[in-house]
């Protein structure tokens, strides 16, 4: 009965009522986890060869 119970209730509790304003910052929230995926993924290059990491 919990299993079934506590996810339902998680899902319940993240239920908000959909505006404009919730999708400009679901937007924006993902805007910026690009931004910082495609900024840390560049200052942490190493710049190792393509074919050392995947093989030839």
Known sequence: MVYLVIPCVIINAFQVKYTPEIQKGLILACV?????????????????????????
Do not use: R, W
């Open 32 to 56: 910026a986890a690009i931004a910082v995926h495609i900024f840390f993924g560049s200052v942490t290059t190493d710049n190792i060869p393509l074919e050392y990491v995947f093989g030839k």
